[in-house]
């Protein structure tokens, strides 16, 4: 079931990205009055799922979900039309309009998805605004898993600085060391304040690990729930019990107890809790998991967030600033794969991206993410390969600087070259993905 959630986000996600993209292309040609011959949500090589005709336009739907396209007259692209190609161009044709009109085709699908983008964003900010953890307020600190101590943090470290910068958002905290490759962390531990320096090379571990959980916050186990059978609910627990202890071990904080419960699989252990002003020693049986059944609190019971709130007209320019951070932090990661060791190793396919949304259907989270990555195809999409736009574009640039535009055969050598490296990308992608699935 978790599987089919995750699959149906994506599938409607990329669905509502593909549709928009390719109406800004459509858009473009229509307003300069070239031809669009269809109009397709994913690809149909060989038969259609859907289509009907509207005008001068076949629109459908395909069967191959690897995007979407819009067949514009007079156009080398991945149709690979050469029978139209030889015959005079006609004015609704596309190679029959001025460079600066077809520049401005091409730049329509990626134009309205950094526009989806920032109107998705807005309408969130003012639904439901932002609350978030300000790093000041994580009063326990941090727990780090093994990359996280390798990098020189420890449990119950509170992160002050990251290169000497203070980070509002503690959500913020493990993009701004990657991100940005940071040097130091300034940091209190001990009830001193110290200078992490950050290993050379680490960047690089972090990349491949793909670790989301190198840092998290550290706080106190106050339990909020119980699963169906909790061996922790038939021995007596109750919900805002706190365990503060195992055994004759003090063990205040969820990662401790986390940690020395699995030393008990299979076994009976005294768990230590407060409950009011009362310490209570409650025996319970450990599974061969080493679950006793229980979870914890939401953090914003535990911690006080800090919450921004939004009218209409003022999410508008943080809606803006919002969709322009998130294509500069995605350039960023590009910019990762290229300057640090094996980083290509990270990258991943419809899995990877299938993997990030929730295994619960959340709303909040499919928009937000939904924004993402309309960014992340509208940057894709401008990259200077041929048959993406950006290889439109960068043959237009040419056109417009030499005054000179690239043949037909040449553009028609370019496309294939081009649709042959997308492949290419594509199947490692998701080898990629494989691979992981096996390791």
């Not at 307003?31 to 509207?54: A, D």
């Not at 800090?306 to 969709?323: D, F, M, Q, W």
Request: net charge positive.
């Amino acid at each position: 079931m978790v599987i089919l959630i995750k699959v149906v986000q994506l599938l409607l996600s990329l669905s509502i990205l593909v549709i928009f993209h390719e109406f800004g292309h459509f858009i473009a040609a229509k307003i300069f009055k070239t031809r669009v011959e269809k109009f397709y949500l994913f690809f149909n090589p060989w038969f259609s799922l859907f289509k009907f005709k509207k005008g001068e336009t076949e629109y459908g739907v395909g069967w191959l979900p690897l995007g979407g396209y819009v067949k514009i007259a007079g156009m080398i692209d991945e149709s690979l039309d050469r029978e139209q190609m030889k015959l005079p161009p006609q004015p609704w044709e596309f190679r029959s309009k001025p460079a600066w009109q077809r520049l401005i085709i091409m730049l329509g699908g990626v134009s309205v998805n950094i526009i989806l983008a920032m109107v998705i964003y807005i309408i969130m900010l003012a639904a439901w605004g932002e609350q978030y953890l300000p790093t000041a307020n994580m009063k326990y600190g941090i727990t780090v898993d093994t990359l996280g101590y390798q990098m020189g943090l420890r449990n119950g470290d509170k992160i002050l600085t990251v290169d000497h910068k203070y980070i509002e958002d503690y959500m913020d905290i493990p993009k701004e060391i990657l991100l940005n490759e940071a040097k130091t962390v300034q940091v209190i531990r001990d009830g001193k304040n110290l200078d992490v320096m950050i290993p050379k090379g680490f960047i690089s571990k972090l990349i491949k690990e793909k670790s989301p959980y190198f840092i998290s916050v550290r706080f106190p186990f106050v339990i909020g729930k119980f699963s169906t059978g909790s061996a922790a609910k038939k021995a007596g627990m109750q919900e805002n019990d706190q365990i503060i202890g195992l055994n004759d071990s003090i063990l205040p904080y969820y990662d401790q107890f986390r940690a020395s419960i699995q030393k008990y699989k299979g076994k009976e252990i005294r768990v230590v809790i407060l409950r009011g002003p009362d310490t209570l020693r409650i025996p319970v049986q450990v599974s061969s998991t080493g679950l006793i059944g229980i979870g914890g609190k939401e953090l914003s019971s535990l911690f006080t967030l800090r919450t921004k709130s939004y009218n209409l007209i003022t999410a508008i320019p943080a809606g803006v600033v919002k969709a322009f951070n998130g294509a500069g932090n995605y350039l960023k990661s590009i910019r990762l794969l290229f300057s640090q060791e094996k980083a290509y190793e990270s990258v991943g396919g419809f899995i990877t991206i299938g993997n990030i949304f929730p295994s619960t259907w959340d709303w909040q989270a499919f928009w937000s993410l939904t924004a993402f990555l309309s960014i992340m195809l509208a940057i894709l999409n401008v990259l200077p390969i041929p048959a993406l736009d950006g290889g439109f574009v960068m043959f237009l640039l040419f056109e417009i600087i030499f005054r000179r535009k690239p043949g037909d055969k040449f553009l028609e050598y370019a496309q294939i070259v081009g649709m042959v490296i997308l492949f290419g990308l594509l199947i490692f992608a998701n080898m990629n993905d494989i691979i992981k699935l096996f390791r």
